[in-house]
């Protein structure tokens, strides 16, 4: 499920492919809040990239495979900045924390925000 890294600038249908992987692994593994995955089931011996996941833990875990920061891929930081251009919140780590912001939200916001990429680079 890991995306190699670009080499160059990331097109709008890549970052639109990690809001769909990110979007599918939160359906598939669950949504937290306040981190970027659940500790507790870390803790309790799950797999980091099987444990529920906020927004950013789930495009972590589509572009380096782990729901952890791995450092500077262009890919990550162009769709968290993708991401952050739809919301009304400081950051998506806010957005996330926000009251009635769940699982549902969280997949709509990222298949959105590939929907809309998808029509400006058609």
Do not use: F
């Not at 890919?75 to 806010?94: G, M, N, V, W």
Request: charged content about 25%.
């Amino acid at each position: 499920m890991t995306l190699t890294a670009p080499t160059t600038a990331p097109t709008d249908e890549e970052i639109a492919e990690v809001c769909d992987k990110a979007a599918g692994h939160i359906d598939a593994v669950g949504y937290c809040k306040k981190y970027l995955y659940s500790v507790r089931q870390a803790e309790n011996g799950l797999p980091l990239n099987q444990c529920e996941v906020d927004v950013i833990g789930a495009i972590n875990v589509a572009v380096h495979g782990t729901p952890r920061y791995v450092g500077g891929n262009p890919l990550t930081h162009a769709t968290e900045k993708a991401i952050e251009a739809r919301i009304d919140a400081p950051s998506i780590a806010a957005w996330c924390d926000y009251r009635g912001n769940g699982k549902a939200k969280a997949i709509a916001l990222l298949r959105d925000t590939a929907d809309s990429l998808r029509k400006v680079a058609a």
